[in-house]
Nanobody, 126 residues
């Protein structure tokens, strides 16, 4: 069973940056596609970034929601069983709980992922 743990959230000023980490506690992430989701206060959880597994014969694929395209970067480190979300130029609209999720099926920005972390809070405020 895959266990995912997010870290790196916190309070940041508008225009600032944060990097979130997603660690797999037990199993390698290599075969799993990974996505980051965000749940803003009072809103449904939404997918914002996706990265394909480490073994795609077409190379690594990434996808982003329109709301974060150009500001956020998803990446992975197979050796460390980690995935990351680099977030730049943050605004108050980026406030929310951020979750990482993984699945053997390459689901892209679909919501139905099998494995989930517990989430980490990101607050963007002056």
């Amino acid at each position: 069973q895959l266990q995912l743990v997010e870290s790196g959230g916190g309070l940041v000023q508008p225009g600032g940056s944060l990097t979130l980490s997603c660690a797999s506690q037990k199993s390698p992430l290599d075969y799993y596609a990974v996505a980051w989701f965000r749940q803003a206060p009072g809103k449904e959880r939404e997918p914002i970034a996706y990265i394909s597994n480490s073994f795609s014969n077409r190379g690594t694929t990434t996808k982003y929601s329109d709301s974060v395209e150009g500001r956020f970067t998803i990446s992975r480190d197979a050796a460390r069983k980690m995935a990351y979300l680099q977030m730049n130029d943050l605004g108050p609209e980026d406030t929310g709980v951020y979750f990482c999720a993984a699945d053997l099926v390459p689901r892209g920005l679909e919501p139905e992922y099998e494995h989930w972390g517990q989430g980490t809070q990101v607050t963007v405020s002056a």
